[in-house]
Every structure is written in structure tokens, then in C-alpha cells.
């Protein structure tokens, strides 16, 4: 069957009033190279990652899924806050079964940069995902108007802001779940151990006791899995722009797998000026570490010589370090320049990061702190007591179990009922896994990471759906207080409740042997059933998941609605997804 390869849209560029934008996905099963090597994929309008989904804040967006895969699937619209009491489907919910079409409907009320993906099984791994950018409307400042710059510049760079290159950057699994991925374009040069001795490929040793304290069988897998590099010659994406734009911007979301990635360009700093969607005041960097999920818009000033610069992309965390590159290219003119075929990164100019991800020393290389950054414009979390204090451990009790609160939530049989659609379903999970308040409550989370006994702690990139939440700070040990406020009012190191990030996804601090903890505060908007879970996919799939009710006697069940397919009639406005991928 031949599958449509553009995606409509009804919005016409320059439309100034709010729109209803129309999209048709059409999700199937194929094959792709992306990093070279020939894998099996979920495939969204025939590519993957997926068409960008591009609105502008006002819009309502109708997007239809036709689901011609083998399997049901879902779509998460990752970051998106829906007002209203239940308008969206969220979470592990909504099965979008095969050859029954699905039409989201989605009020766009924020700006910047989401992505959509499966939350069903790991179909996400496997290729169920794409970016999405809600662009400003007329009424939207921009933090990017507080750089100070000449008018032209800033009309210039306000015009990079709602013309971004999409920069997906992901590790690229070759076998779903196993945590091995080979290492096209790699170098398969020395690797700085950093725990312990790594193979060519830049793994950790089977059975290195720190990141396999389950045991196991290492004599039994396959070595191509852990010890053979073989480097492919995968053309390298190119992001072409022109010296004359003076800027360029990226949305970058890292749509990944299991790990945390550092973006670089040669020889540039760059503007980071929204988080998760969300603008910030901008803060100039030339480094971004970037969890599983997490999304930063970047403005970077094309202030070097016209020329070739390698973007780099690297996980410095084990148990694999591996690098992958994109190329930005610059010249006076767009004219003359050859497209595609790149298939070496240009000579290194002044990077200021090495294949493991590590800042280069006497680089000049800085890091973005993203524990740092304050919502633009400035907003404060509500002060005083919360309402509800929700305390979750986080654990580790076997190799795949991930958990909150020491109970994995269950892996939900296809035709499980969404608890959107019947909340009482939730009396059939255990009480450890979910807790319900009232809407309007000011509610604390307290995140604590726990060692038992085995095994240490990667930094879990925490997702929160629906509304997000202020980060309230993180630390060493466990949380030293009952409620957030007393130990505010302790003045607890490393909790700020005055400027604190706005953000929907939260990084844990990692751990080897202590506790740590994390802390989130929001207000409750919003009568949803919602859920709380980390991004790394083998630790969700393992269970590691809490689900939040926000009671309401306005609560009435989520209605799904499905419609007559038609084939897309409207085919202007073609969004190009630039994409990379970090394997
Ligand atoms: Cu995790």
C-alpha cells in the first residue's frame, strides 16, 4: 500500500488569528537506516522520526492517526497542558487500535518545543515519535527580546525563533530494551574509563558488577552486542542555513531511549531561551546536557567565518559512551551549495566536547545548568504549606524492575479500559502506585532515590504529564524534613522556592550508594487522571510509575472519538523534519 509521505496542514504561513490546523498520520511498520545499519521501525507518514507538528499558540489542532501496524499503539503528546476536565488523552491510555482511526483534538495554549510519541510497549525505541513546535502568537514576548540586541539583530533572531531547524538526538537501539547500541561513525579509538575497562565499542564489560549487579550470563551474548564497532557510512545530517540570517535556531529534544546527551557546535556559543517548551531568561552556553525528554530551544549566532562546523552529540553516561554528528553549514549565499552526501564530519574547529561528552579542558567549554534557569517571565511557585506532601521512593529491586514506591504498575493488558475513561478501574491497582487531592491543592512531591543494597542510580529523567511543576531544588541524603516548607524554613541546601525552574520534566540526581532527593511543587489546575513516570523507556516498561488523580465532582469520563478516514487534501505547507541521531 502506498503511504502518504506529506503531511497536511491548514496553516498557511503569516495567518495572524487563531487556526484550525489539520493533520493525517499514518502510522505503519517499515524499515529504515538511520545510523546505517538496517532496522526494523515504526514508520509516521513513512518516516521517523515523525512530520513536525507546527501550530501557533491559539490554534486548535486536529490530528488524525490511522494506525496500519500490527500492533495498538498510543500517542502521548508530550508536555502539553490541555485546560479543561478531560479533553485529552494522556498517558498509558489511549490504544489506538489497528485500522480504527483516532482524531486528537488539541487547544494550543502554550508555545516552544514538545514531541508526540507512543506510550504503549517500547514502540516509542522503535521509531513512534516526532517533534512538535507551538510557535508565539502576535501577543507573546519573547525571552529572546531581552538580549539587548540591535532591533535588526533581534527581528533577525525573533525570525530564527519561528524558524527552527528540529533537532531530534536519540540513541538508536538496535535491539529494543537491551541497552546496546553499535556505534556508526564512531572513532573506535581509546575511551576514558570511567568505570573501569570498556570494549572497542565503548561499552562497560558484561559483567561489570556496578552496572549488572543482577548477574547474569555475559558469556552468553552475542559479541557483536558488546565488543565489535563497526562504523558505517551513513551520510551525516546537514543543517544549511545563511551567513546573512545572522542566527539560527534549534529545537532540540532528546526523543531517546535510555540516555542523557551533550550537544555541541564547534567554535559557537549559543542562547538556551526555553526549557520544555517554557521561555526563560537566556543564558549563554556552549554545552547542553539533555535527559531523556527534555526539550531546549537554542538561538545560535552565526558569528564565525562562513563555513563547515561539526554539531556534536554525546552520551558521557555508562554504560556506553559513543558520539554521533550533524554538520552546520554556513556560507554567504545559499547559492552554489551542494546538497547531501556529507558523509565525514568537517575538520574539528575549536570543539568543546570530546567523544565521551567531557568538557574539554582550556576549551573554554561551559555548561548549561539547567537547575539554574528562571521561568521568563519571572514566576514564583506558591508559597507557604502545600496542601499534599507526596513522598515516592525511587527503587531498583531486580535488573528490569524500576519502580516508585516499590511496585512496579503493571504491564496493562491490550484491552485495558483507560482510567480516563473509567477512573473506578484504579481501585484494581495497588494504593502504593497512586493517591488522588483536590483541584486547587498546592502539592509537594518529594522524590527520594534509594539504593538497596545492589546497584546504582542513573539519574532518572522524571516526566510529569499535563501541568507543569516547579523544580524545587535536589540533594544528598534523604529529604531532611516532613513538608517542603519546614525545610524551607530550615534553609535546606539546595531547595529554592523563590526563582525555582518551571519545567514538566525533572532529572534525579544519580546515586551510587545514598539516598537522594528531588522536589517538585505545583498547583492542581485541572481535574485529570495523570501520571508521573521516568523517560528512560526500560525503567518505564520495568514499571517505574505513580499515578495522580486530581478528584473533581466536575470529573466526567474522557470520550474518545473516531471519524471517517479520508486521504489528506491539504498538502501545502510542508514542514521538512531535520533530524539526527546520536548512534
Ligand atoms: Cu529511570
Redesign the pocket.
Known amino acids: 500500500m502506498r503511504l502518504p509521505v506529506l503531511l497536511g496542514a491548514l496553516c498557511a504561513a503569516g495567518m495572524a488569528s487563531a487556526a484550525l490546523v489539520e493533520y493525517d498520520l499514518v502510522i505503519s511498520q517499515g524499515n529504515i537506516k538511520n545510523d546505517g545499519q538496517t532496522k526494523r521501525s515504526w514508520l509516521i507518514n513513512g518516516q521517523s522520526p515523525g512530520p513536525a507538528i507546527v501550530a501557533t499558540k491559539g490554534d486548535t489542532v486536529n490530528v488524525r492517526v490511522l494506525n496500519l501496524g500490527s500492533e495498538n499503539i498510543t500517542i502521548h503528546w508530550h508536555g502539553f497542558f490541555q485546560p479543561g476536565p478531560t479533553v485529552f488523552p494522556d498517558s498509558r491510555s489511549t490504544l489506538v487500535c489497528p485500522l480504527a482511526p483516532i482524531t486528537f483534538h488539541l487547544r494550543v495554549t502554550q508555545t516552544g518545543a514538545y514531541w508526540y510519541h507512543s506510550h504503549h510497549h517500547m514502540q516509542m525505541v522503535d521509531g513512534l515519535q516526532g517533534p512538535v513546535f507551538l510557535k508565539p502568537d502576535a501577543q507573546t514576548v519573547s525571552s529572546l527580546t531581552t538580549l539587548g540586541l540591535p532591533e535588526a539583530d533581534q527581528k533577525k533572531a525573533l525570525h530564527a525563533e519561528l524558524h527552527p531547524r528540529f533537532l531530534s538526538v536519540f540513541d538508536n537501539q538496535h535491539k529494543s530494551g537491551a541497552g546496546r547500541l553499535p556505534g556508526p561513525r564512531r572513532d573506535c579509538v581509546d575511551i576514558p574509563p570511567a568505570v573501569g575497562k570498556v570494549t572497542k565499542r565503548g561499552c562497560a564489560l558484561p559483567d561489570n558488577a556496578n552496572l549488572q549487579p543482577y548477574g547474569g550470563k555475559p558469556s552468553e551474548v552475542d559479541p557483536d552486542l558488546w565488543f565489535n564497532c563497526v562504523p558505517t557510512s551513513t551520510p551525516l545530517e546537514v543543517f544549511q542555513v545563511s551567513a546573512s540570517e545572522k542566527f539560527v535556531a534549534f529545537n532540540i529534544v532528546n526523543s531517546g531511549t535510555t540516555w542523557e546527551l551533550r550537544v555541541s557546535i564547534d567554535s559557537h556559543s549559543f542562547w538556551v531561551f526555553t526549557a520544555d517548551g517554557a521561555y526563560i531568561s537566556p543564558v549563554k552556553v556552549n554545552v547542553i546536557s539533555i535527559p531523556v525528554g527534555e526539550r531546549f530551544q537554542i538561538l545560535v549566532p552565526l558569528d564565525q567565518s562562513p563555513g563547515d562546523y561539526t554539531i556534536r552529540v554525546a552520551a558521557k553516561a555508562m554504560p556506553q559512551l559513543l558520539s554521533g554528528y550533524a554538520v552546520l553549514s554556513y556560507k554567504k549565499s545559499l547559492l552554489n551549495i551542494k546538497l547531501g552526501g556529507v558523509t565525514s564530519a568537517p575538520p574539528a574547529k575549536h570543539p568543546f566536547i570530546d567523544y565521551g561528552g567531557n568538557v574539554i579542558s582550556g576549551s573554554g567549554g561551559v555548561l548549561f545548568n539547567a537547575m539554574a534557569i528562571q521561568p521568563f517571565p519571572a514566576q514564583a511557585p506558591p508559597s507557604g504549606p502545600a496542601d499534599v506532601t507526596i513522598r515516592i521512593s525511587l527503587q531498583r529491586s531486580h535488573a528490569l524492575t524500576?519502580t516508585m514506591n516499590g511496585v512496579p504498575l503493571p504491564t496493562l493488558p491490550e484491552q485495558f479500559t483507560p482510567l480516563l475513561i473509567d477512573p473506578k478501574g484504579i481501585s484494581n491497582l495497588d494504593p502504593a502506585l497512586y493517591t488522588s487531592f483536590k483541584n486547587g491543592s498546592i502539592v509537594d512531591i518529594i522524590l527520594e532515590t534509594t539504593v538497596l543494597g545492589k546497584g546504582s542510580h542513573?539519574a532518572?529523567p522524571i516526566h510529569k504529564h499535563n501541568t507543569k511543576a516547579f523544580f524545587l531544588g535536589t540533594g544528598t541524603g534523604r529529604f531532611p524534613a516532613a513538608t517542603v516548607w519546614e525545610a524551607f524554613q530550615r534553609n535546606t541546601t539546595g531547595l529554592n522556592l523563590v526563582n525555582p525552574p518551571l519545567r514538566d520534566d525533572f532529572n534525579t540526581p544519580p546515586t551510587k550508594e545514598n539516598t537522594n532527593w528531588a522536589a517538585l511543587r505545583f498547583q492542581s489546575v485541572n481535574p485529570m487522571v495523570t501520571i508521573m513516570h521516568?523517560h528512560?523507556d526500560p525503567?518505564l516498561a520495568g514499571g517505574?510509575s505513580f499515578i495522580m488523580w486530581r478528584a473533581s465532582r466536575r470529573y466526567s469520563p474522557f470520550r474518545l472519538t473516531t471519524r471517517t478516514f479520508t486521504e489528506p487534501t491539504h498538502t501545502h505547507s510542508l514542514f521538512l523534519s531535520n533530524r539526527t541521531s546520536s548512534d
Open positions: 524500576w542513573p532518572h521516568c528512560i525503567h517505574m
